[in-house]
């Protein structure tokens, strides 16, 4: 049996966001690993999730549950610790409020440079804005005819 995370839809996405699952589950890194320095060393998404997710030491019966793994790792050693991320059958039922604008607000693109940098800290995670801005710097460089940049991001790679 595996440790539920206590994950809510974030803003108005109907998938769990992943820096929702890197913020839970590096709170309880030293929880799974037993060492207080352990670190996501990696973390792969298969596919969204739309339902309450596990991280489990045993790998799913059922593969179409599977969404992804965790990898820990110990700065001090090569030791890793790995994890099977897994949906349930169990609904999400809650929801909270998430403004990217935020963060959008506080950054100095340049183009010209193909770069971008936060001017202020938001209220978010680290994990949260870099993924802002690594948003912005992508729909700025490459603008989207539809669809959204990670499905983008996605398409590109498995046309490779």
């Not at 049996?1 to 995370?5: D, I, R, T, V």
């Not at 971008?116 to 802002?132: G, N, P, Q």
């Given at each position: ?5 206590p994950l809510k839809f974030k ?150």
């Open positions: 049996m595996g440790k539920l995370l803003g108005s996405r109907d998938y769990l966001h992943g820096s929702d699952f890197f913020n839970a589950l590096t709170g309880i890194s030293e929880e799974l690993t037993g060492h207080a320095e352990s670190f996501i060393d990696q973390l792969v998404f298969r596919h969204y999730a739309r339902s309450l997710c596990e991280v489990t030491a045993e790998s799913p019966e059922d593969t179409d549950k599977l969404i992804g793994q965790v990898r820990y790792a110990l700065p001090a050693s090569n030791s890793k610790f790995g994890y099977f991320l897994v949906e349930t059958d169990s609904p999400i039922s809650e929801r909270y409020p998430y403004d990217e604008s935020l963060v959008q607000d506080s950054i100095d693109l340049d183009l010209e440079q193909r770069s971008v940098v936060l001017l202020r800290s938001s209220r978010y995670t680290t994990i949260e804005d870099v993924i802002v801005l690594t948003k912005c710097l992508n729909y700025a460089i490459s603008p989207l005819k539809e669809g959204t940049w990670l499905t983008d991001l996605y398409l590109k790679l498995i046309d490779r």
